[in-house]
């Protein structure tokens, strides 16, 4: 327990040295959130309410995504780049003989990543908009944390699906093509573009059910107060449940891909 | 040994490392094929956004679903020859940091073509593709009385408005040899630049509007153009002959951007590493 609590607090270090970078990083954060803000804002202009949202809630979400998109994950987790390159040079074999288990290795260091770029990434563009455009914001400190629970588990199952597409590396060795159908399912599916319940339909249906949603429009309906009590539990519960089907999925594949590194090692 | 001049040496450059990738990335023909597909979907379903909120509404800021394709795709292929061309240039700060850049400086051969080309990827032609895509079908939906001017106006616009953004991705560069850390800015203005675009130049703040026509002059892309050809009025206030100055404002971001790269060139120091 104590080694992973030490990975994670590696993982915050060691993306809070790059300070510039953060910076830019808010830098562009804000300007996206500015130009999608000016959409959303002719979009509900023509259709005020469209999705359930007034004016005010569809700005908030604007700034939620952009303050989430590093957090969960949405455009890439951060961290797959690293290991699909580990997988194919062969440096994960070192890996595989520590005395530490691979995803739990993995995890506990994007969860250090994912709480630097939350405090790095997310508080300043969030501020600087709220500044702006005056969105809806929490009902008390008890709206918040029930927020940052949802964060979290948004971005536990980021890291579930980004460390799947990584697992891939070891029969595909070359990650990029599974990468990029993953980066389109995540900017699409998790309502970065456009809400998923502003989405017509079937399509609306089913991307509100995919894992994706999990990373931003759950949390972004608990922030604006659209769950109560129970509904709440059932909102933290889906994505425990996506977050529980795509670890066993991760285990499994690495589970085979390691019986495999073993045949050929020997 | 035949003398080139600079820029036959820096296109010379540029066309051998770029062929030297683009055979390497043929050697799996299958996997070229899907990244080159999947690159198309994903700036596909950038554009599905914008259909999305045409199924919900009418008119946008005052412009029908063509005239915003019009703007879309203009904006797009513009930005996907880009970023085909120089989107490698983002890359340079990971080179400047760990002084791989070295290798480049002593090759004798333009700087600017080597690190342009440095892994050139051909699948980002499914942006341009895609671009070009939307921009057909906005031209065939698009209600205008065609005119020789607006006509020749349209390639004009793409031709420029690659070259501005090509200019801005340099210029963001050159600020790598500085602030190697920073290349997230460079993204606000071309990916940034190329959403912002996408859209009526109605829907945001006019001072917004103002600092895209005359500090990053990015309007000059197909905003200013696209509105003559839409008949429509300049934003702003700024005078109608604005649509016509495309060229010029291409030259002068490319001079900048010349200007920018020797200077960051003369102030690198080797990491040493």
Redesign the interface.
């Known amino acids: 327990m104590r080694l992973y609590a030490t990975v994670a607090a590696g993982g915050f270090r060691r993306y809070a040295t790059?300070r510039?970078?953060t910076?830019?990083?808010v830098?562009?954060n804000t300007?996206?959130g500015?130009?999608?803000s000016?959409?959303y804002?002719?979009?509900w202009d023509?259709?005020p309410r469209?999705g359930g949202y007034s004016m005010d809630d569809a700005l908030a979400y604007v700034w939620i995504g952009q303050a989430l998109i590093t957090v969960c994950g949405m455009m890439g987790g951060g961290f797959e780049d690293e290991l699909i390159e580990r997988i194919r040079t062969g440096d994960i074999a070192v890996d595989l003989y520590r005395p530490a288990d691979l995803q739990t290795w993995w995890f506990s260091a994007n969860a250090g990543r994912s709480a630097y770029q939350l405090l790095g990434r997310g508080v300043a563009p969030m501020a600087l908009g709220w500044l702006a455009f005056r969105f809806t914001l929490p009902s008390g400190p008890g709206g918040w944390l029930a927020f940052l629970v949802a964060v979290a588990l948004g971005s536990t199952v980021s890291f579930a699906i980004w460390y799947l597409v990584a697992m891939s590396a070891f029969w595909l060795l070359?990650g990029?093509?599974v990468v990029?159908?993953a980066?389109?399912g995540g900017?699409?599916f998790s309502g970065m573009?456009?809400p998923l319940n502003?989405?017509?339909g079937a399509l609306g249906e089913v991307a509100r059910v995919l894992p994706w949603a999990s990373l931003l429009q759950v949390p972004a309906d608990v922030y604006l107060g659209k769950y109560e009590g129970w509904e709440l539990a059932g909102a933290y519960a889906f994505q425990g449940a996506w977050a529980v089907v795509l670890f066993g999925a991760g285990r499994a594949a690495q589970a085979a891909a390691t019986r495999k590194v073993v045949v050929q090692g020997g | 040994m035949r003398a080139y001049g600079p820029v036959g040496d820096s296109l010379r450059t540029y066309r051998l490392v770029a062929g030297m990738w683009i055979r390497s990335t043929m050697t799996?023909r299958a996997?070229f094929a899907?990244?080159l597909f999947?690159?198309f979907?994903?700036t596909f379903?950038?554009f599905?956004?914008i259909l999305?909120?045409f199924?919900?509404?009418?008119?946008?800021?005052g412009f029908t679903f063509a005239e915003v394709a019009l703007l879309y795709g203009t904006a797009g292929t513009a930005f996907g020859i880009a970023d085909l061309t120089m989107g490698s240039l983002q890359r340079m700060g990971k080179r400047v940091r760990d002084g791989s850049l070295d290798t480049f400086l002593m090759r004798p051969a333009p700087l600017l073509a080597q690190v342009a080309a440095d892994k050139f990827a051909l699948r980002r032609f499914g942006r341009v593709a895609q671009g070009l895509f939307v921009l057909v079908w906005g031209l065939l939906l698009l209600d205008v009385a065609w005119t020789p001017v607006k006509v020749l106006l349209l390639p004009v616009t793409v031709v420029c408005g690659a070259v501005i953004f090509a200019a801005v991705m340099v210029l963001g560069a050159s600020a790598l040899f500085w602030?190697?850390?920073?290349?997230?800015?460079t993204?606000?203005f071309t990916y940034?630049g190329n959403?912002?675009l996408g859209?009526p130049p109605t829907?945001?703040?006019q001072d917004?509007v103002r600092g895209v026509v005359y500090v990053v002059p990015l309007a000059f892309v197909n905003w200013l153009p696209a509105l003559y050809v839409l008949d429509r009025p300049a934003p702003a206030g700024v005078p109608d002959w604005a649509a016509f100055a495309s060229p010029l404002v291409a030259a002068v971001c490319c001079g900048v951007a010349g200007l920018a790269w020797r200077a960051g060139i003369r102030s690198y120091r080797s990491t040493g590493s």
């Open positions: 790059y510039v970078a910076a830019a990083g830098f562009t300007v996206f500015f130009i999608l000016y959409t804002i002719a979009l023509e259709r469209l070359d990029q093509g990029q159908v980066w389109l900017l699409f573009l456009l502003v989405f017509p | 799996y996997s899907l990244t999947t690159s979907c994903v379903f950038d599905v956004v999305l909120m199924g919900q509404v009418r008119s946008l800021g602030t190697q850390d920073a290349a997230e800015v993204n606000s940034g959403t912002l859209y829907i945001f703040a917004l």
